[in-house]
């Protein structure tokens, strides 16, 4: 999201052939929006897994040196995207994903039947079996077709 050479978040879109993920949701959005539990927005909605966030990360930067306080990325992504650290602690950390979204734009990373939506309130917490996730508080059972 964001520009490809500097972003913060890494994802992949759905791939849908039967085409109808896209109007599912999009009613999905409408019925909250009319419910009054969203509120309307001017932007188009985004299908999408997130693979990399790292809006979290604090007193990193891409680009040019900081004073000479820099230190090179982890290499473990075969050197394909970089990072620096800065010592501005409220920077967001931004990586250079253009060899990563070439390399693996058209890759398909499974397949996933939706049985189910379920509803979750906002923000994850930790259940008494250590596990941090959101909390359901109602589903709707997709039709079997």
């Not at 040019?64 to 602690?89: I, L, M, P, V």
Request: aromatic letters at 6%; proline letters at 3%; one cysteine or more.
């Amino acid at each position: 999201m964001g520009s490809v050479d500097a972003t913060t978040v890494l994802y992949a879109a759905p791939y849908d052939a039967s085409g109808r993920l896209w109007p599912l949701c999009e009613a999905l959005r409408t019925a909250f929006i009319d419910a009054g539990f969203i509120a309307p927005e001017n932007r188009p909605l985004k299908l999408h897994a997130t693979i990399v966030n790292t809006i979290y990360v604090r007193g990193m930067a891409s680009g040019a040196s900081n004073n000479g306080n820099t230190a090179q990325g982890d290499k473990r992504s075969g050197g394909e995207s970089t990072q620096r650290r800065s010592n501005n602690k409220n920077e967001k950390m931004k990586i250079d994903a253009t060899e990563l979204v070439k390399r693996w734009e058209h890759k398909i990373w499974g397949m996933v039947k939706v049985e189910k939506v379920a509803i979750c309130e906002m923000g994850k917490k930790k259940g008494e079996d250590g596990l941090i996730r959101y909390k359901e508080i109602g589903q709707l059972e997709m039709p079997v077709l």
